[in-house]
Antibody, heavy 116, light 107 residues
Framework: EVQLVESGGGLVQPGRSLKLSCVASGFTFSNYGMNWIRQAPGKGLEWVAYISSGSSYIYYAETVKGRFTISRDNAKNTLYLQMTSLRSEDTALYYC?????????WGQGTLVTVSS | DIQMTQSPASLSASLGETVTIECLASEDIYSNLAWYQQKPGKSPQLLIYDASSLQDGVPSRFSGSESGTQYSLEINSLQSEDAATYFCQQHHDYPYTFGAGTKLELK
């Protein structure tokens, strides 16, 4: 069974940093591109970042480019999102998702709240 | 960026009815479109990929179609468990973008 489990969310002050993790199981992690997608409270979905299976290709949404860094450790079956210079508008539930022909598998999300 | 204009924002329908949700892409996305269902407090679930292919395990009352840059999700014979918010998403080009969502309420 495919499982994605995010962690690392919490309350953080504006301008500070936070690192999210997503541990994958039930599939060969190193074979799949992975994504971070976020959802602000009561709002829609926003794709944040993508990393290819071997980390050769990385893409970001303009709203996070230069502040967020996606990475992965295939030996640990773990996806990361390093977030810096956080803003109130980054407050959201952050999901990791595996890309197949769509976002076929999602984690349960980890909540990031940016507030003073 | 490719914009996805989704309509309606909300709709109310009765059990057994058929509803259609639409997404208009700002440019040609060559059928690279997916549909998701999200229930309150839950992660989104993939329903349709490549505009009209049904994801494994998804009931056949869900179907997708396209006409030019207009994409549609049809739900036949509405069931109570279909009450949810539905999103379209293009994967033709980065940044991948979602529609704003359609909240479906069952009367």
């Amino acid at each position: 069974e495919v499982q994605l489990v995010e962690s690392g969310g919490g309350l953080v002050q504006p301008g500070r940093s936070l690192k999210l993790s997503c541990v994958a199981s039930g599939f060969t992690f190193s074979n799949y591109g992975m994504n971070w997608i976020r959802q602000a409270p009561g709002k829609g979905l926003e794709w944040v970042a993508y990393i290819s299976s071997g980390s050769s290709y990385i893409y970001y949404a303009e709203t996070v480019k230069g502040r967020f860094t996606i990475s992965r450790d295939n030996a640990k079956n773990t996806l990361y999102l390093q977030m810096t210079s956080l803003r109130s508008e980054d407050t959201a539930l952050y999901y990791c998702a595996r890309w197949d022909y769509g976002f076929a598998y999602w984690g349960q999300g980890t909540l990031v709240t940016v507030s003073s | 960026d490719i914009q996805m204009t989704q309509s309606p924002a909300s709709l109310s329908a009765s059990l057994g009815e058929t509803v259609t949700i639409e997404c208009l892409a700002s440019e040609d996305i060559y059928s690279n479109l997916a549909w998701y269902q999200q229930k309150p407090g839950k992660s989104p679930q993939l329903l349709i990929y490549d505009a009209s292919s049904l994801q494994d395990g998804v009931p056949s009352r869900f179907s997708g179609s396209e006409s030019g840059t207009q994409y549609s999700l049809e739900i036949n014979s509405l069931q109570s468990e279909d009450a949810a918010t539905y999103f379209c998403q293009q994967h033709h080009d980065y940044p991948y973008t979602f529609g704003a969502g359609t909240k479906l309420e069952l009367k």
